[in-house]
C-alpha cells in the first residue's frame, strides 16, 4: 500500500496536460474543467474543481489528472512541457490534492509522502537551495516509531531559490497530511494530501509569490486556515 500512495504522489506536484486546447483559430482555449476569472490584473482567478487560487496573468492552466485519477487540483505555467521537470527551472504553480477515498489505503501513508518525495525536486536537489522551512505540526504515525494513537498528521511550508543553467528562480510550497488532527476539520474531508508549490522568476518580488501561495484555497479553505488549525491542536 506504501508503494500506491507513494507512486501517486511523487510526480504530484509536476502533474498536468502539457498540450493546450486549441481554438479554431489555433488560439489556445480553457481546458475543460477549468474555469478563469481574469478580473483581479495581474492575476487572474482560476478555479477547478473544489481548488481556487490567484495566477499570473499569461499562466496557462490545466487539470492536474485525468476524470477517474485520484488526483485533484491544477497546474498552471507558461511553459506546460517544461514544468514537468519539476527541477525549480520553470515557472509556474500546482495546487492539488489527493482524494483518499478513491486510494483506499490508511492515512498514515500520506504522512509518508508530505515528509519524504512529493516536494525532492526542489528541496533534495543540487540546483537548488532551501531558505526556510516551518513545520506547523508533525505527528509521526504509530506505525513510524510515533506514540499509540498519533494522528499522523503533518502541516510545513517553505521556501528557496534554484539555478538551472544559466536561469535563477525563487519558490515556495505547502504541504499539508491530514490524518486524523485538527487539519482534517476544514479544507475537503474527503483528502488525504494537500501540495502547493509555486516558481517565480528570481527577479519577481518575494511578496508576489507567497501572496499566490497563500491565496490559493481547498474547500474554501485558505493556508492560513490550515496553519492555525495546525497552531491549535
Known amino acids: 500500500m506504501r508503494k500506491v500512495v507513494l507512486g501517486i504522489v511523487v510526480a504530484l506536484a509536476g502533474a498536468g496536460c502539457a498540450n493546450g486546447v486549441s481554438s479554431p483559430a489555433g488560439l489556445i482555449a480553457v481546458p475543460p474543467g477549468v474555469h478563469v476569472d481574469g478580473s483581479l490584473e495581474p492575476f487572474s482567478q482560476i478555479t477547478v474543481g473544489q481548488v481556487q487560487a490567484l495566477v499570473p496573468e499569461g499562466w496557462r492552466a490545466f487539470p492536474s489528472g485525468a476524470p477517474d485519477d485520484p488526483r485533484n487540483g491544477f497546474v498552471a505555467t507558461p511553459e506546460p512541457r517544461a514544468w514537468q521537470r519539476m527541477d525549480g527551472s520553470a515557472v509556474g504553480m500546482a495546487a492539488t490534492w489527493v482524494d483518499a477515498t478513491r486510494v483506499g489505503v490508511p492515512s498514515d501513508f500520506y504522512y509518508l509522502a508530505a515528509t519524504g518525495p512529493v516536494l525532492s525536486g526542489l528541496t533534495h536537489s543540487g540546483t537548488c537551495r532551501s531558505q526556510s522551512r516551518r513545520v506547523f505540526v508533525d505527528d509521526r504515525p504509530t506505525f513510524a516509531s510515533g506514540p499509540p494513537g498519533s494522528p499522523g498528521d ?80
Not at 501561495?213 to 497552531?231: M, S, Y
Open 154 to 233: 503533518y502541516v510545513a511550508s517553505g521556501d528557496g531559490t534554484c539555478r538551472v543553467g544559466g536561469r535563477l528562480t525563487r519558490w515556495a510550497y505547502f504541504v499539508a497530511a491530514p490524518g486524523f488532527g485538527p487539519v482534517r476539520r476544514i479544507g475537503i474531508p474527503s483528502s488525504g494530501l494537500y501540495v502547493v508549490v509555486v516558481v517565480m522568476p528570481e527577479s519577481q518580488r518575494v511578496v508576489t509569490l507567497h501572496r499566490v501561495l497563500e491565496n490559493t484555497q481547498f474547500g474554501g479553505a485558505r493556508i492560513r486556515d490550515f496553519v492555525a488549525a495546525a497552531r491549535a491542536a
